[in-house]
């Protein structure tokens, strides 16, 4: 009799050819929706590295610890904020906004943890936009628009 691999945790290929693990595990039942709730971890390069979190996350279930996994990086905050932001304007000036934060603002502040972000750094960025570009002031205020909206909602 073959024995059948239960585990739950998938090997798959990147880009670049590399074999890497993840998993998707069951969280229970969504509170408000009553739907089921899931989470998918990728990126391990052991399978014994996506066996402990796999373990983490269930134990964290289990004893009622576990926190779902939020934005931390100001390009994820950007990302949520830009769907909000969508709704609001014209479909020109969304366009011509997408194109300041492609150009300038994320390739300058993208990676940063949000919560790490201060004056300082949004200074410093402020000036080598001023040096850079005419709309420098216009480029500031969407950028603040990000860290407005991550106010709000508790990322920072």
């Known amino acids: ?75 994820e905050v950007y990302d949520l904020w830009v769907v909000q932001y969508e709704k609001t304007v014209e479909e020109s000036t969304f366009v011509k906004t997408v194109g300041y934060f492609k150009n300038h603002i994320l390739p300058s502040m993208g990676n940063y943890r949000i919560e790490k972000i201060n004056i300082a750094v949004c200074q410093k960025h402020y000036n080598e936009w001023a040096e850079k570009v005419k709309k420098a002031r216009t480029i500031k205020s969407y950028a603040k628009k990000v860290l407005d909206f991550a106010i709000v909602h508790g990322y920072m």
């Open 1 to 75: 009799m073959t024995k059948r691999n239960s585990s739950s945790i998938i090997s798959y290929q990147n880009k670049y050819g590399k074999t890497l693990y993840m998993f998707r595990v069951y969280l229970g039942v969504d509170e408000l929706t009553g739907k089921p709730k899931n989470t998918t971890r990728r990126g391990f390069k052991t399978k014994k590295e996506a066996e402990l979190a796999l373990a983490k996350i269930k134990v964290q279930v289990s004893e009622g610890t576990y926190k779902p996994a939020r934005a931390e990086t100001y390009h």
